[in-house]
């Protein structure tokens, strides 16, 4: 009966998943009938695969979507959708980002860079015995080509990088590249450290003898992975790869053995109803989904499993920490006690509850809790937190931190009737450590203190006497956009409180952050932070003075646009802490995560959640949550890491 | 003066309109809040990338340069007609340095396939049936049919299309879920590959020739109920001319006017491809690549396509005009 219930409600979410989404065209699903519910999922159905054999053969969506420039694998120059397997199987890097384990893995790299005092030079250890999948070595010459092919041409993404930063390279032997640097960089070698994306190596002998690089489309791509090019569509719907007879010579193999598909094929689906119904057949063993589209899934099919067993099913490591960003160079979000009222002004269970049905964990402060920076930054900040005070005038103080925020996601999720373990551990690890208290009476108070009022609606007027209108920016993708549903959930919490808030997504909203032209944005409220590791260089330094422009011209740091004197000490005394000092490094990103909560340039709220789905007929031992021995994803680089780690059913 | 009065006249609306067109599509994009160099450096950024912050105003400065988007909007106006008039529609921005014209060369084909086979089709059946159906207006096939057509036509298309998909992809597995052709099977003249396109075409085709036929039938019904009310048909019918005569010489052939008229105008509109069906079907063609240039701000590639949606249209329309004069020999006097 309850099979039957779950059946009929995941047609039904799948039907409503597709009108929707074809209605916003572009994402969507699929529809109900009662026949639809008895359909044989047990039924291997044909794959449609052509000569590939399905039991030896990985099937992935695409995240990015339609490969537009499908015969061009020139990944230097501007957007080649590189998670077409390109990153993910094909290319090893220098090092990759594994935010799962939170380990940082040497691909073509043999270690660590080698800095000198000052960070003006450096040498990198290359391992050895690599080959290009055309058979051709792999040498630190490939390495200083691709740096000095990059500083020639101006069409690179990466040229004006290598062109301020670099004095010269060269090759110390075949595994030692040597830098020297115009400028003291102690951050110089993460532009070749993968996490989802960097700067990749060229193989010098298909280069060298290219007229116009920029323009060149490198195809067939060879790189040193453990798959090389097997086919692709010309209309950019698919792209087959096939494992090297030779993966033992990819550091992919070196590190940890045989992949275990022969062929990964990537493709695309114009829908979501498409994703599910190809998952449901059998004819798609991965597919990123949004939250409804999850539940379809779950709901319709016994092979398919999420990434975790059970509540909240979604991927919560992902190293992205959503939430909201302040215009802090519009009034009134250029005043801190206005950025903090509307903080307090959000019930965090509710706002979860709206934005990912209570699925995320939450984060305090602007990294996401995940790997290890529960461990090394938000935990060793708590009775910073719990400290942290606002001062609300007259002498009135207030400490807003709250450690139990996060059981009340845990009872809105009871509430929801899921099942929900008491092992604080695990509860940690689900919904985070802590967040911030539901307080619109203090909120009141900072407004109040600021010169705001309330018209006889209860509506709050600006200090002018206006209107307070607020809207909140965001892509249109409200499926599996993550800024779309912080601005719904702002929105609704803002209302309440008596703010004239609305949403406002928008297609243009990557070019209407860069300039400026919003109250509030969904955008991420910080830089990502590698996901690894004990550096937040990445995080902080996009809040440097140096690269705040004024409204209109496009910012190149963080899109708050905010930035003190005192965060940009910060970042310059990371610039000159080592980063392979691992406690020297966290003291300095605590410092400047302290900086950020006092001035909540950005409110964090919950950590990137993802929606994927495995099918287990063909393929099996994914990372999920019980055992995540590597990354989830199939778009990520150290996807090829998760290849040796498959295990074949052999189902026909 | 046929040729004065009626030839010159639409020669010279023609080149007028589609000069027109191609300017308007030139200057709108560019008015859109949709910058395609910032689109490209966002997308670089949103995927995770290390894009160097100190970096940012080279890239956009060099990006800038490679789109040619460089100079005033005049200066990019007159460069943009003089590479048009060499035939060259440019490179894609968001799928640089793909030349536009390769990108529109490798969907139009699936776009062509598809709709130009489904709107004859539709066009034909819908109006001989319905030609018919409205002569005959008094006897039950024709109700029946004008029920079924009526029950069809209301339907949004993309719950009709879903419909299908469900039913005949899921449920009875007869067709695939997606795609255009088999997964890694290359396009090819050969007999294997043409199956296989027209077993995936099936569904999408079939969405379209249904919905399509009840709209062409209705028109027509409509039509040819209101010729068969005019006095000439009354006559005709009084003079005893043949009935078969009167259906095809009087009624149908005067109802066809604006159906043809319509025909034009829908051939024209193939040329902006079939987004929904594209979409809910998985299907490659210029739908889907329109939309994401447009989201994108590809201006390159949103003017080559609507240039030939421009150019498809108004010489579908011209076409319809200098074809009128066969069908209705009062232009022929005017």
């Given at each position: 009966m309850r099979r039957t219930w779950r059946g009929v409600v995941g047609l039904l979410l799948l039907a409503a998943l597709m009108l929707?989404?074809?209605?916003?065209?572009?994402?969507?699903?699929?529809?109900?009938?009662?026949?639809?519910?008895?359909?044989?999922?047990?039924?291997?159905?044909?794959?449609?695969?052509?000569?590939?054999?399905?039991?030896?053969?990985?099937?992935?969506?695409?995240l990015t979507g339609r490969v537009g420039s499908p015969t061009n694998f020139n990944e230097w120059v501007g957007w080649k959708w590189r998670d077409r397997g390109m990153q993910n199987l094909a290319n090893e890097p220098l090092w990759s980002v594994d935010f799962a384990t939170g380990e940082i893995i040497p691909g073509l790299a043999a270690g660590d860079p080698d800095y000198n005092e000052d960070f003006t030079a450096l040498t990198i250890p290359l391992r050895q015995g690599v080959t290009w999948s055309d058979g051709q070595p792999f040498t630190a010459a490939d390495v200083v080509f691709t740096v000095e092919t990059l500083m020639a041409h101006e069409g690179f993404n990466a040229n004006s990088f290598f062109v301020e930063n670099v004095a010269s390279v060269s090759a110390v032997d075949d595994a030692t590249v040597a830098f020297e640097l115009k400028i003291s960089n102690s951050r110089f070698h993460t532009t070749f450290l993968d996490r989802w994306g960097a700067t990749?190596?060229?193989?010098?002998?298909?280069?060298?003898?290219?007229?116009?690089?920029?323009?060149?489309?490198?195809?067939?791509?060879?790189?040193?992975?453990?798959?090389?090019?097997?086919?692709?569509?010309?209309?950019?719907?698919?792209?087959?790869?096939?494992?090297?007879?030779?993966?033992?010579?990819?550091?992919?193999?070196?590190?940890?053995?045989?992949?275990?598909?022969?062929?990964?094929?990537?493709?695309?689906?114009?829908?979501?109803?498409?994703?599910?119904?190809?998952?449901?057949?059998?004819?798609?063993?991965?597919?990123?989904?949004?939250?409804?589209?999850?539940?379809?899934?779950?709901?319709?099919?016994?092979?398919?499993?999420?990434?975790?067993?059970?509540?909240?099913?979604?991927?919560?490591?992902?190293p992205a920490q959503t939430g909201l960003t302040f215009n802090t160079a519009r009034a009134p979000y250029d005043n801190r006690e206005v950025r903090w009222a509307l903080l307090l002004a959000i019930d965090i269970a509710e706002y979860m509850g709206l934005a990912v049905d209570g699925t995320g964990a939450l984060s305090p402060v602007h990294i996401p809790s995940l790997s290890n920076y529960p461990r090394d930054f938000i935990a060793p900040m708590e009775s910073w937190l719990q400290e942290f005070t606002l001062d609300l005038g007259n002498g009135e103080t207030f400490k807003p931190y709250d450690p139990d925020a996060p059981q009340r996601i845990v009872e809105y999720a009871r509430g929801r009737g899921n099942e929900i373990s008491d092992d604080p551990a695990v509860q940690d690890q689900a919904f985070g450590l802590g967040w911030y208290k539901y307080a619109p009476d203090v909120a009141e108070k900072l407004l109040v203190k600021n010169g705001f009022s309330r018209d006889g609606n209860g509506n709050w007027l600006l200090p002018d006497g206006s209107p307070w209108k607020l809207s909140c920016l965001s892509g249109t993708d409200v499926a599996t956009g993550h800024p779309a549903r912080n601005c719904a959930a702002a929105v609704q919490a803002w209302k309440k409180f008596g703010v004239d808030a609305t949403a406002y997504p928008s297609e243009a909203s990557a070019n209407l952050n860069a300039i400026g032209d919003f109250d509030v944005s969904g955008n991420w409220p910080a830089q990502e932070p590698w996901g690894a590791g004990p550096d937040l260089y990445r995080v902080l330094n996009y809040w440097n003075s140096e690269y705040v422009k004024p409204l209109g011209d496009t910012t190149n740091g963080h899109p708050s646009r905010w930035s003190t004197p005192e965060m940009d000490a910060v970042i310059e005394k990371l610039r000159n802490t080592d980063p392979t000092d691992s406690q020297a490094t966290i003291d300095v990103g605590i410092e400047g995560l302290k900086l950020a909560v006092t001035e909540m340039p950005g409110i964090p709220t919950y950590g990137y959640v993802g929606f994927i789905t495995w099918d287990q007929t063909y393929w099996t031992n994914?990372?999920?949550?019980?055992?995540?021995?590597?990354?989830?994803?199939?778009?990520?680089?150290?996807?090829?890491?998760?290849?040796?780690?498959?295990?074949?059913?052999?189902?026909p | 003066m046929f040729v004065r009065r009626y030839l010159i006249p639409r020669l010279i609306q023609y080149v007028l309109v589609i000069l027109l067109g191609?300017?308007?599509?030139?200057?709108?994009?560019?008015?859109?809040?949709?910058?395609?160099?910032?689109?490209t450096v966002a997308e670089l950024r949103a995927r995770g990338s290390t894009l160097e912050p100190g970096a940012v105003d080279k890239i956009i400065a060099d990006l800038t340069e490679l789109y040619g988007l460089e100079g005033s909007m005049g200066e990019q106006y007159w460069a943009f007609w003089g590479r048009l008039l060499r035939?060259?529609?440019?490179?894609?921005?968001?799928?640089?340095?793909?030349?536009?014209?390769?990108?529109?060369?490798?969907?139009?084909?699936?776009?062509?396939?598809?709709?130009?086979?489904?709107?004859?089709?539709?066009?034909?059946?819908?109006?001989?049936?319905?030609?018919?159906?409205?002569?005959?207006?008094?006897?039950?096939?024709?109700?029946?049919?004008?029920?079924?057509?009526?029950?069809?036509?209301?339907?949004?298309?993309?719950?009709?299309?879903?419909?299908?998909?469900?039913?005949f992809a899921y449920v009875v597995r007869w067709f695939p879920v997606s795609g255009g052709a088999t997964l890694g099977r290359q396009p090819s003249l050969s007999w294997a590959f043409v199956q296989d396109v027209l077993w995936h075409s099936f569904l999408p085709a079939f969405s379209i020739f249904i919905l399509g036929t009840a709209v062409w039938f209705q028109t027509m019904k409509l039509v040819v109920q209101n010729v068969n009310g005019e006095s000439f048909v009354f006559y005709a019918k009084l003079s005893g001319v043949q009935e078969s005569k009167i259906v095809s010489r009087y009624v149908i052939r005067n109802a066809l006017l604006p159906q043809i008229t319509g025909l034009g105008l829908s051939l024209g509109l193939i040329f902006s491809g079939a987004l929904i069906t594209e979409i809910v079907f998985s299907y490659p063609g210029l739908g889907t690549l329109l939309y994401n240039a447009i989201i994108t701000g590809d201006y390159n590639l949103i003017m080559g396509i609507t240039v030939f949606s421009i150019v498809a249209i108004t010489t579908a329309v011209l076409i319809v005009d200098l074809l009128y004069p066969f069908f209705d020999p009062r232009i022929r006097y005017m």
């Amino acid at each position: 009966m309850r099979r039957t219930w779950r059946g009929v409600v995941g047609l039904l979410l799948l039907a409503a998943l597709m009108l929707a989404g074809c209605a916003a065209a572009e994402e969507a699903a699929e529809p109900a009938a009662e026949e639809a519910a008895a359909a044989p999922a047990e039924e291997l159905p044909t794959s449609g695969l052509g000569d590939l054999p399905r039991n030896e053969t990985l099937i992935a969506d695409i995240l990015t979507g339609r490969v537009g420039s499908p015969t061009n694998f020139n990944e230097w120059v501007g957007w080649k959708w590189r998670d077409r397997g390109m990153q993910n199987l094909a290319n090893e890097p220098l090092w990759s980002v594994d935010f799962a384990t939170g380990e940082i893995i040497p691909g073509l790299a043999a270690g660590d860079p080698d800095y000198n005092e000052d960070f003006t030079a450096l040498t990198i250890p290359l391992r050895q015995g690599v080959t290009w999948s055309d058979g051709q070595p792999f040498t630190a010459a490939d390495v200083v080509f691709t740096v000095e092919t990059l500083m020639a041409h101006e069409g690179f993404n990466a040229n004006s990088f290598f062109v301020e930063n670099v004095a010269s390279v060269s090759a110390v032997d075949d595994a030692t590249v040597a830098f020297e640097l115009k400028i003291s960089n102690s951050r110089f070698h993460t532009t070749f450290l993968d996490r989802w994306g960097a700067t990749w190596i060229m193989p010098k002998h298909l280069w060298e003898t290219v007229e116009d690089p920029v323009n060149f489309e490198f195809n067939p791509f060879v790189g040193t992975g453990p798959y090389k090019l097997h086919s692709f569509d010309p209309s950019g719907f698919w792209t087959i790869w096939e494992k090297r007879a030779d993966w033992d010579k990819s550091p992919t193999g070196m590190l940890f053995g045989e992949p275990k598909p022969r062929y990964v094929v990537f493709q695309y689906f114009a829908n979501e109803g498409a994703k599910i119904l190809a998952q449901l057949t059998h004819a798609a063993d991965v597919v990123n989904v949004s939250s409804d589209g999850l539940k379809a899934v779950l709901a319709q099919s016994d092979s398919s499993r999420a990434y975790q067993l059970e509540f909240p099913y979604v991927v919560n490591n992902d190293p992205a920490q959503t939430g909201l960003t302040f215009n802090t160079a519009r009034a009134p979000y250029d005043n801190r006690e206005v950025r903090w009222a509307l903080l307090l002004a959000i019930d965090i269970a509710e706002y979860m509850g709206l934005a990912v049905d209570g699925t995320g964990a939450l984060s305090p402060v602007h990294i996401p809790s995940l790997s290890n920076y529960p461990r090394d930054f938000i935990a060793p900040m708590e009775s910073w937190l719990q400290e942290f005070t606002l001062d609300l005038g007259n002498g009135e103080t207030f400490k807003p931190y709250d450690p139990d925020a996060p059981q009340r996601i845990v009872e809105y999720a009871r509430g929801r009737g899921n099942e929900i373990s008491d092992d604080p551990a695990v509860q940690d690890q689900a919904f985070g450590l802590g967040w911030y208290k539901y307080a619109p009476d203090v909120a009141e108070k900072l407004l109040v203190k600021n010169g705001f009022s309330r018209d006889g609606n209860g509506n709050w007027l600006l200090p002018d006497g206006s209107p307070w209108k607020l809207s909140c920016l965001s892509g249109t993708d409200v499926a599996t956009g993550h800024p779309a549903r912080n601005c719904a959930a702002a929105v609704q919490a803002w209302k309440k409180f008596g703010v004239d808030a609305t949403a406002y997504p928008s297609e243009a909203s990557a070019n209407l952050n860069a300039i400026g032209d919003f109250d509030v944005s969904g955008n991420w409220p910080a830089q990502e932070p590698w996901g690894a590791g004990p550096d937040l260089y990445r995080v902080l330094n996009y809040w440097n003075s140096e690269y705040v422009k004024p409204l209109g011209d496009t910012t190149n740091g963080h899109p708050s646009r905010w930035s003190t004197p005192e965060m940009d000490a910060v970042i310059e005394k990371l610039r000159n802490t080592d980063p392979t000092d691992s406690q020297a490094t966290i003291d300095v990103g605590i410092e400047g995560l302290k900086l950020a909560v006092t001035e909540m340039p950005g409110i964090p709220t919950y950590g990137y959640v993802g929606f994927i789905t495995w099918d287990q007929t063909y393929w099996t031992n994914w990372p999920g949550a019980e055992n995540p021995y590597t990354q989830p994803y199939t778009h990520w680089g150290p996807f090829k890491y998760m290849t040796p780690f498959l295990e074949p059913t052999g189902a026909p | 003066m046929f040729v004065r009065r009626y030839l010159i006249p639409r020669l010279i609306q023609y080149v007028l309109v589609i000069l027109l067109g191609i300017t308007a599509v030139f200057f709108i994009p560019r008015l859109l809040p949709n910058d395609p160099v910032m689109r490209t450096v966002a997308e670089l950024r949103a995927r995770g990338s290390t894009l160097e912050p100190g970096a940012v105003d080279k890239i956009i400065a060099d990006l800038t340069e490679l789109y040619g988007l460089e100079g005033s909007m005049g200066e990019q106006y007159w460069a943009f007609w003089g590479r048009l008039l060499r035939g060259d529609l440019g490179v894609s921005f968001f799928q640089f340095p793909t030349p536009v014209l390769r990108l529109i060369t490798t969907a139009l084909p699936w776009t062509l396939g598809l709709l130009l086979t489904t709107t004859l089709l539709a066009w034909g059946i819908g109006n001989l049936v319905g030609g018919f159906a409205g002569y005959y207006s008094n006897r039950r096939w024709s109700h029946l049919l004008d029920t079924v057509a009526m029950v069809l036509r209301p339907m949004p298309y993309y719950i009709f299309a879903f419909a299908l998909l469900l039913l005949f992809a899921y449920v009875v597995r007869w067709f695939p879920v997606s795609g255009g052709a088999t997964l890694g099977r290359q396009p090819s003249l050969s007999w294997a590959f043409v199956q296989d396109v027209l077993w995936h075409s099936f569904l999408p085709a079939f969405s379209i020739f249904i919905l399509g036929t009840a709209v062409w039938f209705q028109t027509m019904k409509l039509v040819v109920q209101n010729v068969n009310g005019e006095s000439f048909v009354f006559y005709a019918k009084l003079s005893g001319v043949q009935e078969s005569k009167i259906v095809s010489r009087y009624v149908i052939r005067n109802a066809l006017l604006p159906q043809i008229t319509g025909l034009g105008l829908s051939l024209g509109l193939i040329f902006s491809g079939a987004l929904i069906t594209e979409i809910v079907f998985s299907y490659p063609g210029l739908g889907t690549l329109l939309y994401n240039a447009i989201i994108t701000g590809d201006y390159n590639l949103i003017m080559g396509i609507t240039v030939f949606s421009i150019v498809a249209i108004t010489t579908a329309v011209l076409i319809v005009d200098l074809l009128y004069p066969f069908f209705d020999p009062r232009i022929r006097y005017m």
